[in-house]
């Protein structure tokens, strides 16, 4: 649990104090080799498209299980983040400068993109998984696409790229994994011109440095990675890169004090300077989020450390012992890394949204007054994997620590997940953050929003923006990113942001945009809060006042302001005082408003009416103000279970909601499943007006049928005077498990046929063919055919006998099978026995069907591995005729006669007439012919001149049975 008491914070403040006096040495150091100059970057080939991937993975895939990293149960926030903004920001700003494609799946061939870009004077310096592209100003391509291997000389394109521009020295910095599995390599330009020589450098470490994220400051590069279960973090000799010097050193830290959770990956991260300006002698300064709901963490919070550096004398170098800064509660826990959090309309994958790290970069900018760093990571708003942005801005200056100057969740009520954040701050102190947007509901997008400086603390004030909405979706792999970047221009004003989203084929693309908070208008006014009223139990003569802000360059006086009501003027007054530029002021209306129907809504806009105002689409701001009810509570969401399978007894969760003014304690909630008995327990509260907490009934609900349940949760208090709010109900689903296994690289099934299934198929990673059935006999050997288009595929195969929903060992009918043993990409098949006992229960059963890459498929057939697929069918279980034996008994034989010609043939005792059928790999019948019986066979003259090369397949029955045989061929 979280201290709470006075004593626990002020033994916290003496606690931090001592550490912070705390220092410590390095406890290595690294000697950077010099690959040497490239050619300028400009006169490198640019790079091909990519035909297909040609690696298995990218990156070490961890496990896909689906489990909760959260150890403490009674971690808060309790399931609800209370710093979550839910209301959108109003106030307009200029159109997007520059929106443009960065780069595409069909450049790189590799998945995830992550993306990085940096802006310059004059460039926009772009990198991607594994390739690099410089564009203008006004995305022009300028460069590439060139291999950043190539580039960098390394040989290898092996990934997660980071683009700087370090705005100190007017150069720019790329990097990605050297060519040794432990290794980095960082380029430094030449000059300020991305397009010209860098500088090439390689570092080798004790184990690989996964996920590194860089940062310029004034006396180092600083690196953060995930090095194996090292906690470290790492300075990189600036200096010496910068003037092409032959052995420059990295330093590295230990992080003392830091808990890490395993099951994400570690990505404390540096400060990143914005501007030119800092404090003298300012250290460095890393920062890394602490999670209650981790093992060893007791209170939400994060740690920054500082760096002292000696390059002179290395071992004189210092970190400090961390300063814990607590925030308010916030849950970063999603599902481990690589097993994918938000959902996507139509396909059951999931994307990754990466919990328990702090999104790149942490931007710092220094004021004349104070420093600003500003931090972004992904909550877990509702606990039910809904994501939004948590932004802490800290500040400290020459007399006092860093700590909390505001901090918010951008998360507003529309049901999508905001995720991938990445933000900064221009030099007005305005604050750009930018995201990726998705849900079940919408395609995955790229949006922004921000504040101005002096706007109410805690909230993004601008309207959401979009810079695009992705066409497509993705549906072969979770990872999406890893990361986003945003950086500032040189003119310290304007925002660039780069981040993946997916086409209209279902490809990853890459979106470059600028944008910018400041107008540049000399006569720019408008209203940017309403400050009174709030919702509450309201009158007839309601105050109101707002905040006018300056957005312009010149002082404003005598600015009109107007107020309505439900879309009726009420007032037209002027606020007669004088607002500087970049500042706000309040003003108090004369004219008060009637609010006095209780339970009511009211649309209040307030704006101002400067003449010649150069921007007038800032000039309103509208706010909805509720009349609430003293007395009103609700449920408005069940939160869990949810549906899925391997549902038991499980916990009934539902959201309480205090619609009303009156703080509310001890009344009743109750749940009822499909009409039965109610489970009536008591809420305690209390909870506060407009409060959302999360409850979670003592009495567990039985789910262990599959089906579909109804589940209504209510609350009642006595003196409730809105009964239409008070329930809430959920339809939960107990499916049978459906592993979802990464087909992307050609893994898995592209054709499974037995007795009357003949199904070629895509990627589906899970398919349910459920409806497609297998009619087979007790005492039976089946023939199974399976395409593949991976090796060393193993294949498995359990009828359900006893429909249970549990596939056991002694209903395996196909026993790992390995389909072209030791063998990479291509296209395999392979015929095999499906073997039905003599004893199987008739009647139609599920049939499951899995397959494995490199290892054998496990036991347990809810079993997500590492590359695979999932496909589940129906056999039907009963007595097959004479005629069905004969068809089965026969025997298949295709010659391929050249040109396109193919004789079929099917040698049977089955007397009765036939048919032949052709179908493309789609699955979709081109021709079908009836056959008579010349002596002990059926024959057939197949001409395929019409048909484009490729796979087809050949199935050939009876046409009084249920049985054929299929075959496949090549035409070429």
């Given at each position: 649990m979280k201290f709470k008491k006075l004593f626990f914070a002020s033994f916290l403040l003496f606690c931090l104090v001592m550490q912070a006096q705390q220092t410590f040495p390095p406890d290595e150091v690294i000697v950077g080799t010099f690959i040497g100059k490239t050619i300028p970057l400009r006169d490198f080939a640019i790079q091909e498209e990519e035909e297909n991937q040609s690696v298995k993975e990218i990156k070490v895939v961890q496990n896909r299980s689906r489990y909760r990293e959260q150890v403490n149960e009674d971690a808060l926030p309790n399931g609800f983040d209370q710093t979550v903004q839910k209301d959108f920001g109003n106030i307009q700003t200029r159109a997007l400068e520059q929106n443009f494609i960065g780069a595409s799946s069909s450049e790189s061939g590799f998945v995830p993109p992550d993306p990085t870009g940096a802006v310059g004077p004059n460039h926009y310096v772009h990198a991607v998984n594994s390739i690099v592209k410089i564009f203008d100003k006004t995305g022009?391509?300028?460069?590439?696409?060139?291999?950043?291997?190539?580039?960098?000389?390394?040989?290898?394109?092996?990934?997660?790229?980071?683009?700087?521009?370090?705005?100190?020295?007017?150069?720019?910095?790329?990097?990605?994994?050297?060519?040794?599995?432990n290794s980095l390599a960082i380029g430094v330009s030449e000059t300020g011109d991305p397009t010209g020589a860098y500088n090439v450098y390689q570092y080798s470490f004790g184990s690989f440095p996964d996920y590194p994220?860089?940062?310029?400051?004034?006396?180092?590069?600083?690196?953060?990675?995930?090095i194996g279960t090292t906690n470290k973090v790492y300075a990189v000799e600036r200096d010496v890169m910068l003037a092409g010097g032959p052995s420059p050193k990295?330093?590295?830290?230990?992080?003392?004090?830091?808990?890490?959770?395993?099951?994400?990956?570690?990505?404390?991260?540096?400060?990143?300077?914005?501007?030119?300006?800092?404090?003298?002698?300012?250290?460095?300064?890393?920062?890394?989020?602490?999670?209650?709901?981790?093992?060893?963490?007791?209170?939400?919070?994060?740690?920054?450390?500082?760096?002292?550096?000696?390059?002179?004398?290395?071992?004189?170098?210092t970190i400090s012992a961390p300063l814990e800064i607590p925030t308010a509660p916030f849950n970063s826990v999603f599902a481990p890394f690589g097993s994918g959090d938000v959902q996507q309309p139509g396909t059951n994958q999931k994307i990754d949204m990466i919990g328990g790290v702090i999104s790149y970069a942490p931007n710092y900018r220094s004021f004349a007054d104070h420093n600003s760093w500003v931090i972004t990571f992904n909550t877990d708003i509702d606990n039910n994997d809904t994501s939004g942005v948590r932004w802490i801005e800290l500040r400290n200056d020459a007399s006092n620590p860093w700590s909390i100057y505001q901090e918010g969740t951008y998360a507003p009520a529309d049901g999508h997940s905001r995720f991938m954040g990445s933000a900064g701050m221009d030099a007005a102190g305005n604050i750009g953050l930018a995201f990726n947007i998705a849900s079940a509901t919408l395609k995955a997008g790229i949006r922004y929003t921000g504040r101005f400086d002096g706007d109410p603390l805690g909230q993004m004030t601008v309207a959401e923006t979009e810079i695009i909405q992705g066409p497509g979706v993705q549906t072969f792999t979770n990872r999406f990113g890893d990361y986003s970047h945003l950086t500032l221009d040189p003119d310290n004003f304007t925002f660039w942001h780069t981040a993946e989203y997916f086409s209209s084929d279902n490809n990853w693309r890459t979106q470059i945009a600028a944008f910018t908070l400041s107008g540049g208008f000399a006569n720019d006014v408008g209203v940017n809060a309403l400050i009174q009223p709030v919702n509450g139990i309201l009158t007839n003569a309601e105050t109101v006042e707002i905040s006018i802000r300056n957005f312009g360059s010149s002082s404003q006086s005598n600015i009109p302001v107007e107020l309505r009501v439900d879309g009726t003027l009420?007032?037209?007054?002027?606020?007669?005082?004088?607002?500087?530029?970049?500042?706000?002021?309040?003003?108090?209306?004369?004219?008060?408003?009637?609010?006095?129907?209780?339970?009511?809504?009211?649309?209040?806009?307030?704006?101002?009416?400067?003449?010649?105002?150069?921007?007038?689409?800032?000039?309103?701001?509208?706010?909805?103000?509720?009349?609430?009810?003293?007395?009103?509570?609700?449920?408005?969401?069940?939160?869990?279970?949810?549906?899925?399978?391997?549902?038991e007894n499980e916990t009934i969760t539902a959201t309480i909601k205090n619609f009303g003014a009156a703080t509310q304690s001890n009344f009743n909630v109750q749940y009822v499943i499909d009409g039965g008995t109610p489970v009536v327990e008591t809420?305690?509260?209390?909870?506060?007006?407009?409060?959302?907490?999360?409850?979670?009934?003592?009495?567990t609900a039985d789910f262990t049928a599959l089906g579909t349940y109804n589940v209504t949760v209510s609350t009642s208090l006595a003196t409730d005077v809105n009964a239409a709010n008070d329930a809430v109900t959920a339809e939960i689903e107990h499916v049978l498990c459906q592993p979802n296994i990464d087909c992307s690289f050609g893994d898995g099934f592209q054709l499974f046929a037995v007795a009357d299934i003949n199904n070629p198929s895509g990627c589906e990673g899970y398919g349910d063919f459920t409806n497609l059935v297998a009619n087979l006999a007790p005492d039976s050997t089946n023939q199974l055919t399976v395409t593949t288009g991976y090796g060393d595929q193993f294949v498995k195969v359990w009828i359900d006998y006893n429909d249970d929903s549990t596939f056991t060992a002694n209903e395996v009918v196909v026993n790992n099978v390995v389909i072209a043993p030791g063998q990479g990409a291509g296209t395999y098949t392979q015929t095999m026995d499906l073997v039905v006992p003599a004893g199987a229960a008739n009647g139609p059963h599920r049939m499951r069907a899995k397959t494995n890459w490199n290892a054998p498929v496990p036991a347990d057939a809810c079993e997500e591995t590492s590359f695979g697929e999932?496909?589940?069918?129906?056999?039907?279980?009963?007595?097959?005729g004479v005629n069905d034996f004969s068809i089965r008994n026969g025997e298949l034989v295709i010659t391929t006669e050249g040109n396109k010609q193919f004789e079929i043939t099917l040698i049977t005792a089955y007397e009765g007439q036939a048919y032949i059928s052709i179908y493309n790999m789609l699955g979709q019948q081109l021709k079908v012919k009836m056959l008579d019986k010349m002596g002990d066979s059926f024959k057939a003259k197949l001409d395929m001149s019409e048909v484009a090369s490729g796979v087809y397949l050949v199935r050939v029955g009876g046409k009084e049975t249920k049985s054929f045989k299929t075959g496949r061929i090549i035409v070429e």
């Open positions: 022009n391509l300028l460069v590439g696409p060139v291999a950043l291997g190539t580039f960098l000389g390394i040989g290898s394109n092996s990934g997660d790229p980071i683009v700087l521009y370090d705005q100190l020295a007017d150069r720019w910095f790329v990097s990605e994994f050297g060519s040794g599995s994220h860089y940062s310029v400051w004034h006396d180092a590069y600083y690196l953060t990675a995930n990295i330093v590295g830290f230990p992080l003392p004090g830091m808990v890490q959770n395993n099951n994400t990956v570690l990505s404390p991260e540096p400060a990143n300077l914005l501007g030119t300006t800092f404090p003298a002698d300012v250290p460095g300064y890393i920062t890394y989020l602490q999670d209650d709901g981790w093992s060893g963490v007791s209170f939400d919070h994060l740690k920054v450390w500082e760096v002292e550096l000696d390059w002179v004398t290395t071992s004189n170098s009420l007032a037209s007054e002027t606020f007669t005082g004088t607002v500087a530029s970049g500042a706000t002021a309040t003003y108090t209306f004369a004219q008060t408003v009637d609010l006095s129907n209780s339970g009511q809504t009211y649309s209040i806009e307030v704006r101002t009416n400067l003449s010649g105002d150069e921007f007038p689409a800032n000039d309103p701001f509208t706010k909805d103000i509720t009349n609430l009810l003293a007395n009103d509570v609700g449920a408005i969401e069940i939160t869990a279970p949810v549906s899925g399978p391997g549902l809420f305690s509260g209390p909870i506060a007006s407009e409060q959302e907490m999360s409850y979670s009934f003592a009495q999932t496909e589940d069918y129906t056999a039907n279980i009963g007595t097959l």
